[in-house]
């Protein structure tokens, strides 16, 4: 009998499942630490910079923080930053806030009025893309 099983490693696509995600444990272990202080009675934020050649697994490793950020109840969300962005405050802001709500609406965490905070950013958009 034979089974076949697709191979899940395709070179470019960055791993999303857990399931394939292979070692990293001793990075997995000091960002969970990282992580676990900001959920402390007294939390602590840290930034922390992935940094590796290219095709390392720097964006896989990202997945699997936010995989374990989720898992502890937190809500993580991922920015991609490009110049337009990072030269305005507003845009980089208001990128911050839309990716939030998007995906805390997805996870059912906010009421109602995220329609009109949401309508609200998206003008933003506008206007920044008017001047
Ligand atoms: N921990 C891992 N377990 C299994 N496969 C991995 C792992 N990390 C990376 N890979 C494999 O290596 C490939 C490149 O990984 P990834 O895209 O995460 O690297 P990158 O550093 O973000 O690359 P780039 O510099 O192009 O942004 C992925 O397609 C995946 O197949
Ligand atoms: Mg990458």
Redesign the pocket.
Known sequence: MSMHQSNP???????KDPK?????NEELKEIEYYIDEARGPKPIFFNLALI?G????????LNMIGHIASEKGLLAVKLSLNNEVVESDVLFFKDVFDTILTKGIERGMFGGPTDKIQRALRKVNLNQSLH
């Open positions: 490693y395709d070179f470019i696509a960055p791993v394939h995600f292979a070692g990293r590796g290219r095709g390392s697994g720097k964006t896989s490793l």
